[in-house]
């Protein structure tokens, strides 16, 4: 059968031929129709060890039709329409938990087709870890449930997904009737159907808040009369001011519930708390990770409740399916994406580039083979993104103009619309040559237009907000150089070592400079990027401390005494790496006063580093201007460097400096990066040899 598999170390799905699974007695083999995929399921693949046993079919949001049972089975044949309820418990009659329906609480958790959560649920995860990405699944009775009659796979597969807005409306629902829901996150999969289900729990008025009036457009379409704000709308800087309150306050006075899916930032959270009337309930559901300032009195006086609300029980999914059952929630106009098997990768960087602002993604595994991609499932999928203008304003020069200007062109469209705009369609391979490296992703040897489809969800992922700004673009050959400035908040949970950093802090602005080789018309080379924080921290324990702290122990270094051997060791341990090795000597040593004598410690340095520049050929010719001035070659050949004066034949890289300048790079005033990009150093030729010369000497 066919299988979307996961393998160890390996961040795409492999598309695999497999056998159907055995069931044994109690199990039922499902013929699988649709199944879910989510940002959740990816994010846990991708970032969490939480997968314990691989190679894996992932799923675990599972319809289908029953194939075959094993002995013992006795509420169901072939031939049954059945979802999956996925978490797995010990099911012991002892366990509260299991006996309530909330395996999630059980000290044995675990889930079909996704993850362990608790060890002791090994065994369980053991037997179902492969889930419903597959043309057939192996699920214990017990985890099934009837799939009525009027309710569609597609639907059928996401009633969990349902459930979780649903218990998370039911939750803030407060005891009296009517009364007004707020929902956070609204555009979301789980927040739009938690403003679905808000007229179904008995409130009076509901109001979605999302961070774009475009991908709240849909929701508004389908329910005229819920009351909306965009957060993009507001003043810039609304995040501390408190606008978000404000407007609140302007549109609908209190409110007596909310539901938050806002999945980054305390900002939201935070300004619609104080917007609840006395009594009102915040229920918080969406992982955020982000640490929320909230008034101790003011939840005390005002008699507030702020809880939290993780999971769905089986109850809340008996509940969920029978409400779409009977047609008062509708699951289907929340699937914005639909997808044969074969297109799960497609699918997956839709999700993780919220690429036509997906809700509920849904692959057809019944209808799978075709390979035709992506089926429009919903009329109003498809919203503009950020940068759709900027494919018109970035036209490459036709016919006869210059290469080079076409190749920046090119490049240009790379940044802006597959970087900064997410586009992960047509463009990737009508600018990405078939023989693509990637330099700065080790993907086992994976070439071509899908590299990009891999790294660049992963880059955004990280970085929400990421935006390039380009500041130059510099061709020469068949290369561009590309500068520019990275800005982007990093997702807090992900970057380890800075939870210190406020989240209003977060956001890093970061110089890059990034090299490209293009090959007839198309993008087959990237090395980079070589970049600089703009923003440390010099102070604390954030961001940037530990760069704060190599420039200490360098100026510790550099102010003690020569014959101090801790201070040399201390210099020997700095990292070195935007730092030439010239430079790691004491200013004032013999032979560091002119160019000479510059380009000879740079030829010992490299002679008693030959691994330094094995496997690169290539020949710099400097020009030094100044009263000690004139021309230089260095000449590297495999492991070998030689220094002859005066010019070469045929230069791959030409660098102009001043005499100033080499001395005072030389002494570690500033680096060769620092001198490159404030116009000390000037390069002409290929500017990928002369970022790999500034590599090896540093
Ligand atoms: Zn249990």
Redo the contacts with the bound molecule.
């Keep these: 059968m066919l299988a979307a598999r996961v393998h160890p170390g390996k961040n795409v799905f492999s598309l695999e031929d497999i056998p159907v699974p055995e069931i044994g007695p109690g199990e039922v083999l499902v013929k699988v129709n649709a199944v879910g995929l989510s940002r959740g399921l990816i994010s846990v693949w991708l970032f969490t060890d939480m997968i314990k046993l691989l190679p894996a079919t992932l799923g675990h949001e599972i319809a289908g039709v029953v194939a075959a049972t094993g002995a013992g089975v006795t509420r169901f044949t072939a031939g049954d329409r059945v979802h999956v309820y996925a978490p797995l418990?010990?099911?012991?009659p002892e366990?509260?938990?299991?006996?309530a329906g909330n395996?999630s609480?059980?000290?044995?958790?675990a889930m079909i087709g996704y993850a362990l959560f608790q060890p002791a649920g090994l065994p369980g995860y053991e037997r179902y870890h492969d889930g419903g990405m597959a043309e057939f699944v192996r699920v214990p009775e017990a985890n099934l449930d009837r799939l009525a009659d009027g309710v569609s796979f597609a639907a059928g597969c996401k009633l969990a997904t349902a459930a979780i807005s649903w218990k998370a409306v039911s939750v803030a629902r407060s005891s009296a009737p009517g009364g007004t829901l707020l929902v956070t996150g609204a555009s979301g999969a789980n927040g739009s159907l938690a403003v679905a289900c808000g007229r179904l729990a008995g409130f009076d008025r509901v109001v979605a808040v999302a961070a774009h009036r475009a991908s709240l457009a849909p929701l508004g379409r389908m329910f005229p009369d819920v009351t909306m704000i965009a957060t993009e709308e507001l003043d810039t800087g609304w995040e501390k001011k408190g606008h978000l309150t404000q407007a609140l306050r302007e549109a609908v006075g209190g409110v007596d519930a909310i539901v938050d899916f806002m999945p980054i930032g305390p900002a939201v959270a935070a300004q619609c708390v104080p917007v609840l009337n006395r009594g009102g309930r915040a229920v918080l559901m969406a992982g955020n990770p982000s640490l929320v300032e909230l008034s101790y009195l003011d939840i005390m006086t005002r008699n507030l409740s702020v809880s939290g609300c993780p999971h769905a029980t089986r109850s809340d999914v008996r509940r969920t399916a029978q409400l779409v059952a009977d047609g008062e929630l509708g699951v289907d106009q929340f699937i914005t994406h639909r997808f044969g098997l074969p297109d799960v990768q497609q699918a997956m960087n839709t999700i993780m580039l919220r690429n036509g602002s997906p809700a509920l993604v849904v692959l057809d595994v019944a209808a799978n083979g075709t390979g035709s991609g992506a089926q429009p499932a919903n009329t109003e999928r498809g919203l503009t993104m950020a940068n759709t203008d900027a494919a018109g304003v970035v036209t490459a020069p036709s016919g006869a103009a210059d290469q080079q200007d076409r190749n920046k062109a090119i490049v240009r469209r790379f940044v802006e619309e597959i970087i900064n705009g997410g586009d992960l369609g047509a463009v990737v391979d009508e600018i990405f040559h078939h023989e693509y490296l990637e330099g700065n992703y080790p993907l086992d040897g994976h070439s071509g237009p899908e590299v990009v489809r891999t790294w660049v969800p992963y880059l955004r992922w990280v970085y929400p907000d990421v935006r390039h700004e380009i500041l130059d673009l510099v061709a020469e050959g068949d290369t561009v150089m590309c500068r520019s400035i990275q800005t982007g908040t990093p997702r807090g949970f992900f970057e380890g070592k800075s939870k210190a950093v406020p989240d209003d802090q977060r956001e890093q602005r970061r110089m890059e400079i990034n090299m490209l080789r293009l090959k007839e018309g198309k993008i087959c080379e990237h090395w980079g990027p070589f970049s600089r924080r703009l923003d440390d921290h010099v102070e604390g324990e954030g961001l940037g401390a530990g760069m704060a702290q190599a420039h200490e122990a360098w100026s510790a270094a550099q102010a003690g005494p020569a014959e101090d051997t801790a201070a040399e060791n201390t210099a020997a341990e700095t990292p070195a790496t935007d730092t030439p090795a010239t430079e790691a000597k004491p200013e004032g040593e013999p032979g560091m006063n002119t160019p000479q004598e510059v380009f000879d410690d740079m030829i010992s340095t490299l002679t008693a580093n030959p691994d330094r520049t094995e496997g690169l050929t290539a020949t710099y010719q400097y020009t030094v201007h100044g009263e000690h001035g004139g021309m230089w070659t260095l000449a590297i050949d495999d492991g070998k460097a030689e220094l002859q004066p005066g010019t070469a034949d045929a230069p791959d890289v030409k660098i102009n400096i001043d005499e100033a300048d080499l001395l005072g790079m030389a002494r570690g005033e500033f680096t060769g990066t620092e001198a490159f990009m404030t116009g000390k150093l000037r390069v002409e030729g290929n500017p990928v040899l002369g970022m790999q010369l500034g590599r090896i000497l540093g």
């Design positions: 418990g010990c099911l012991t366990c509260a938990p299991c006996a395996e609480a059980c000290p044995s958790f």
